[in-house]
C-alpha cells in the first residue's frame, strides 16, 4: 500500500523540482563598455547575463529587458508590488553554457515609461527571451547619440538609435 503511495508522490517531486529550476530569472550581473581612444571611435556596451547555451540561448537571440521596481503607498504604509518597466532589448553577440554577452538594440522611449532612477541597462534588470536569432545589429552608444528627438520609434514603446550628428 504504501508503495503505491511513494511513486505519485516521488512523481510530484520530481515534477515541481523540475518546473522551478526551469523557472529561473535571469539577470544582467555585469556591464562594461569600450574606451574610445578617438572621437570617431564607436563605443559599445556589453551586458552580462547569467543565462547562457545551457538555457538554450544562441548568438543573435534577442532578449526583453525589464526592471522590477518595488512600489510603496506612502498614505497606507504598504507595499503596492513590483512595477514592471520595458527598459530594453538587447542582441546576444556571445553565448557560452553558463552565461552570455548581449549589446543593446532598442532602448524605451522616456516618454513612454514610469519614471525609474536610472533609464539605461543596469545590473540587477531581467531578462526574457523575445526572439531567436534577429537581424539587428547591435548598435553603437554614444554620448552624442542619447537626445530623444534622434530616436526612432518602434513598435511597444521601444526607440531605435538614431543616426549621429
Same mark, same amino acid.
Given at each position: ?40 571611435? $564607436? ?5 552580462? =547575463?547569467? %543565462? +547562457?547555451?545551457?538555457?538554450? #540561448? ?55 515609461? $514610469? ?5 539605461? =541597462?543596469? %545590473? +540587477?534588470?531581467?531578462?526574457? #527571451? ?36
Amino acid at each position: 500500500m504504501v508503495r503505491y503511495f511513494l511513486i505519485p508522490l516521488a512523481f510530484i517531486i520530481y515534477t515541481a523540482t523540475v518546473a522551478l529550476a526551469d523557472s529561473k530569472e535571469y539577470s544582467i550581473f555585469d556591464v562594461r563598455r569600450t574606451f574610445a581612444m578617438k572621437d570617431s571611435d $564607436p563605443i559599445y556596451r556589453d551586458y552580462y =547575463i547569467n %543565462m +547562457g547555451s545551457d538555457n538554450g #540561448l544562441q548568438v543573435g537571440d534577442t532578449l526583453s529587458v525589464k526592471r522590477h521596481v518595488p512600489i510603496i503607498d506612502s498614505y497606507k504604509n504598504k507595499a503596492q508590488g513590483d512595477m514592471i518597466v520595458q527598459i530594453a532589448k538587447i542582441k546576444v553577440i556571445h553565448s557560452q553554457p553558463s552565461m552570455s554577452v548581449a549589446r543593446t538594440i532598442a532602448e524605451s522611449s522616456y516618454q513612454n515609461i $514610469p519614471v525609474v532612477q536610472f533609464e539605461q =541597462i543596469m %545590473m +540587477g534588470d531581467r531578462v526574457e #527571451l523575445v526572439s531567436r536569432n534577429a537581424e539587428t545589429e547591435p548598435t553603437p552608444v554614444n554620448e552624442s547619440q542619447k537626445k530623444t528627438d534622434e530616436k526612432t520609434e518602434v513598435k511597444g514603446g521601444v526607440t531605435a538609435p538614431g543616426p549621429a550628428l
